[in-house]
């Protein structure tokens, strides 16, 4: 069942449950208005009959009644006293209210002493002075006397036809108005989802194909054009993880066939006699570091430079890596920081590295001061070498880049991780010119910790 058709019957039910609700509270209060107009006029008669028990003219009313241990009864004034109970005298006539059909009879006992009008056969003879709604007819007793009471019964049948009729009603609208709402909801709801019929398209197309450049189009508002522009952003970084990877695997295996054939050329030198086994191991020792240092690079780029934050002192460990390197340091003697210590001395002994490197014998300085902007440090690498050009700061931190010309050992995997890294802990690298030369290494690393 599809959201749309889901959508139009929960509209459906949901008007069908207040409309529900809204007849059953107000056929509650018409049946209440319906049968409390049908309990006065009954009231209204057997008060006429009571007065034409007392041989009173001019208004009728009921006469006032008291209630005893055998429910409410007459007493002042007492029909039985002026009309007696065997009188011969022609039955009186039958006051019924206008636009009504009532009858009464007056009981001793199980015996009928005297009826006005035909009084229905299937009105049981009951002392009940509370009004009872049965067949058609409403009718109560009021006592009199000892075992005689005075019953009436008012015809029902035209308040039983209202109500039957209002429940009909409420019934007919109920349906009537839920299917137009489905209908409505069916109809209003169609543009309202079709981003969500082209997202589901797009999701289809790409699960079939495979094809990441596929975009979904940003229509609607809210939370389904919020949607559509987030499925966006996932293929576009889905389709930035393809191609990185791609590019990874290439470069990898480019970067990983150099020192392999190295090991297999200085291998079959040896076997040939044309090197000394020191030789062979020596090289065969040199390569297998360098492989081991590219793939802890291809790890940390694999990954994202995600890595196990931790509480750790930035000040030491930067301290300690420079005093590793021979280079001076200039900084706080305490840091506290959140972040992965691997990864921060791997990017440390990278730009240590890479500054002895491209810079032999200039000097090298690291610093580390908080930034003027809150919440970040800066831990700089400088040096006094040649430096670099511009268009080389541009694209030092590519993986497996490295500038025209250099003929130094390495896999341009350095910057790279360092960039990754500082992105890792919610900062970035700069690379500038140094004053009077060199270069300056700024890595921005955010303050998750005390400071």
């Known amino acids: 069942m599809s959201l749309r058709v889901r959508?139009?019957?929960?509209?459906?039910?949901?008007?069908?449950?207040?409309?529900?609700?809204?007849?059953?509270?107000?056929?509650?209060?018409?049946?209440?208005?319906?049968?409390?107009?049908?309990?006065?006029?009954?009231?209204?008669?057997?008060g006429r009959i009571a007065g034409l028990m007392e041989g009173r003219r001019g208004p009728l009313r009921m006469p006032r009644m008291d209630r005893d241990d055998d429910g409410p009864r007459l007493t002042s004034p007492n029909p039985l006293e002026r009309f007696r109970l065997d009188d011969e005298r022609p039955a009186l006539f039958n006051p019924t209210p206008p636009g009504t059909i009532a009858h009464a009879r007056l009981v001793r006992g199980q015996t009928v002493l005297r009826e006005w009008g035909s009084f229905p056969g299937e009105v049981p003879l009951s002392n009940n002075p509370t009004p009872v709604l049965e067949n058609n007819w409403l009718y109560r007793s009021v006592r009199l006397g000892p075992e005689v009471y005075l019953q009436?019964?008012?015809?029902?049948?035209?308040?039983?036809?209202?109500?039957?009729?209002?429940?009909?009603?409420?019934?007919?609208?109920?349906?009537?108005?839920?299917?137009?709402?489905?209908?409505a909801a069916w109809l209003l709801s169609g543009p309202a989802l079709r981003p969500l019929q082209h997202l589901?398209?797009?999701?289809?197309?790409?699960?079939?194909?495979g094809d990441l450049s596929l975009r979904v189009p940003p229509e609607g508002s809210g939370e389904l054009r919020h949607l559509s522009q987030t499925f966006n952003q996932m293929l576009e970084r889905l389709s930035a993880y393809r191609q990185r990877e791609t590019e990874f695997t290439r470069n990898a295996a480019h970067e990983?066939?150099?020192?392999?054939?190295?090991?297999?050329?200085?291998?079959?030198?040896?076997?040939?006699?044309l090197s000394t086994p020191e030789e062979t191991l020596s090289v065969v020792r040199e390569e297998v570091e360098r492989m081991t240092h590219l793939s802890e690079s291809l790890l940390t780029l694999a990954r994202e430079g995600r890595g196990q934050r931790v509480g750790l002192d930035l000040a030491q460990l930067t301290r300690e890596a420079a005093q590793k390197a021979g280079a001076s340091y200039q900084g706080p003697e305490r840091l506290e920081v959140s972040g992965d210590p691997f990864l921060l001395e791997q990017a440390l002994e990278n730009l240590l590295s890479n500054a002895q490197k491209y810079a032999p014998g200039?000097?090298?300085?690291?610093?580390?001061?908080?930034?003027?902007?809150?919440?970040?440090?800066?831990?700089?690498?400088?040096?006094?070498?040649?430096?670099?050009?511009?268009?080389v700061l541009r694209r030092a931190t590519e993986p497996f880049y490295r500038a025209p010309g250099v003929r130094t050992p390495g896999n341009g995997l350095g910057?790279?991780?360092?960039?990754?890294?500082?992105q890792a802990h919610g900062g970035k690298l700069v690379l500038a010119p140094n004053q009077p030369q060199g270069l300056v290494a700024e890595l921005w690393l955010r303050v998750t910790g005390p400071s």
């Open 7 to 46: 959508l139009a019957l929960f509209i459906a039910v949901a008007i069908a449950l207040a409309l529900l609700v809204q007849g059953f509270l107000g056929y509650a209060s018409f049946e209440r208005l319906q049968v409390g107009n049908l309990e006065r006029e009954l009231d209204a008669y057997l």
């Open 152 to 183: 009436g019964a008012v015809e029902a049948s035209q308040v039983r036809a209202s109500l039957a009729g209002y429940r009909q009603t409420v019934l007919f609208t109920t349906l009537g108005v839920a299917l137009l709402g489905a209908l």
């Open 200 to 209: 589901q398209e797009a999701a289809r197309r790409v699960a079939d194909s």
């Open 256 to 273: 990983l066939r150099t020192p392999l054939t190295a090991m297999r050329l200085q291998l079959d030198s040896q076997h040939q006699g």
């Open 362 to 391: 200039a000097s090298v300085a690291v610093e580390l001061e908080p930034a003027p902007d809150p919440g970040f440090v800066w831990l700089r690498v400088r040096d006094e070498g040649p430096g670099m050009p511009p268009e």
């Open 415 to 422: 910057l790279s991780v360092v960039a990754q890294v500082a």
